[in-house]
């Protein structure tokens, strides 16, 4: 009797380290770091169109995220949509804004009842939120030409100041 209980506990103890051999853990995602390309991710828009971060390459992108129900987001919108309005015919700008834990529609519905015409997205699993550690919301990031993290912000902006225009045509002025 004893000898059959080692021997249980034994083909136990084999299956559980087979299965630790064998089953690989999920991929974590690569986190974004200032100075660095920021890993690709995909995009969803309120008319199930795809679009990957790659997609925008050889543009500045101004990545801000955000959602219907916070208040600083709210604050922010307007000087958004002036910098959107300002560079959106520059083919070297886009602007692409992620709504956290929100409704797509509903943000789209938001959007449309405020005169707001800038870009929203979902990105359905989470791997921006996850690339760039997301705290809350709002946060924006600005990535040059080359997907290279340049500047990020916690918390609402004048998006639409002097200074920040100056720093993202800059950007875009940059080869």
Do not use: H
């Not at 920021?38 to 925008?56: A, Y």
């Not at 405020?114 to 996850?130: C, H, I, K, L």
């Amino acid at each position: 009797m004893k000898n059959k209980g080692i021997l249980l506990l034994i083909l136990i103890s084999i299956a559980v380290l087979t299965i630790f051999l064998f089953i690989k853990p999920p991929k974590t995602a690569k986190k974004a770091v200032e100075g660095e390309p920021i890993p690709d991710f995909i995009l969803v828009d309120v008319d199930n169109n795809k679009t990957s971060l790659s997609d925008l390459r050889g543009s500045v992108v101004f990545i801000n995220f955000w959602a219907t129900w916070c208040d600083s987001c709210i604050e922010e919108m307007p000087s958004m949509e002036r910098l959107y309005r300002r560079l959106s015919g520059n083919p070297n700008f886009k602007m692409a804004t992620i709504i956290v834990k929100d409704d797509l529609n509903n943000a789209f519905s938001f959007l449309k009842k405020n005169g707001y015409t800038f870009p929203v997205y979902q990105n359905p699993d989470e791997s921006a939120s996850r690339i760039f550690r997301i705290t809350g919301v709002p946060e924006t990031f600005i990535l040059d030409k080359k997907g290279i993290l340049r500047a990020k912000s916690i918390g609402p902006e004048n998006w639409d100041s002097p200074q920040i225009f100056a720093n993202i045509q800059e950007l875009i002025n940059e080869l």
